[in-house]
């Protein structure tokens, strides 16, 4: 593993049902975040974490959940999906003193 | 809170012209980063550049350079000798140098490359 990766690379899931994102890096940096990108409203951050065992909430938190039980690890699920959630969902990660914020390659989500 | 605005939805330029995207901000912090990313048809979000508010000297790298205006709270990219590689969406972005370190992002700009 180098860098961030993120699974599944696409999913479509129907309405009401749960579904976890995964996100791990292999940087071993303190601070991990998800976001949401969506057509003509840029990112827009979900939850973060500064560091292990800590998440705060984003922009747009409702609907989602975040645990960050290690270092590399931060999964976003999502409760019961609803179609406002399809969107492409990045995960980040950024040593805390060096500012650069690092992207895995996002996954595609549908919800019908 | 911070806000990032990025005005110009789309621009365009003809290939090895230049070209200059915008970008303000909004913040009552006086140390901080800026940064812009580049996010081309793959998805992947590239950093392209960043500059830290306590530094007067703008940032450059290669054909990429800011002109960091800290009192107006502008922070432009100037792409030099466009590339059809730099056909992208790029976007703008703050952190704040202490605290939460959250990210803010401008709704981005949409760059076409023309041959």
Not at chain 1, 86 to 111: D, K, M
Not at chain 2, 37 to 64: D, G, H
Not at chain 2, 74 to 103: E, H, N, P, V, W
Request: include cysteine.
């Amino acid at each position: 593993i180098a860098g961030i990766t993120q699974a599944p690379t696409s999913q479509i899931l129907a309405a009401g049902r749960r579904m976890t994102l995964r996100c791990t890096q292999d940087m071993r940096h303190n601070a991990m975040y998800w976001y949401r990108q969506d057509l003509g409203l840029g990112l827009r951050l979900i939850h973060y974490s500064n560091t292990a065992g800590t998440t705060g909430k984003g922009e747009v938190p409702d609907g989602y959940s975040v645990s960050r039980a290690n270092t590399d690890d931060f999964p976003l699920t999502l409760a019961s999906a609803v179609p406002s959630q399809t969107s492409v969902y990045f995960c980040a990660s950024s040593g805390t003193f060096s500012g650069e914020q690092y992207f895995g390659p996002g996954t595609r989500l549908t919800v019908t | 809170a911070q806000t990032v605005t990025q005005s110009q939805p789309e621009m365009s330029v003809q290939e090895a012209e230049t070209v200059t995207l915008s970008c303000t901000y909004d913040t009552s912090e006086s140390d901080y980063y800026l940064f812009w990313y580049k996010q081309p048809p793959s998805r992947q979000m590239i950093l392209v550049i960043r500059q830290e508010a306590y530094k007067q000297q703008n940032a450059t790298e290669n054909r990429f350079s800011v002109n960091f205006q800290k009192a107006a709270k502008s922070f432009s990219l100037k792409i030099s000798d466009s590339q059809l590689g730099d056909a992208a969406m790029y976007f703008c972005a703050y952190r704040s140098a202490s605290g939460t370190y959250k990210y803010i992002f401008g709704t981005g700009t949409r760059l076409k490359v023309l041959a």
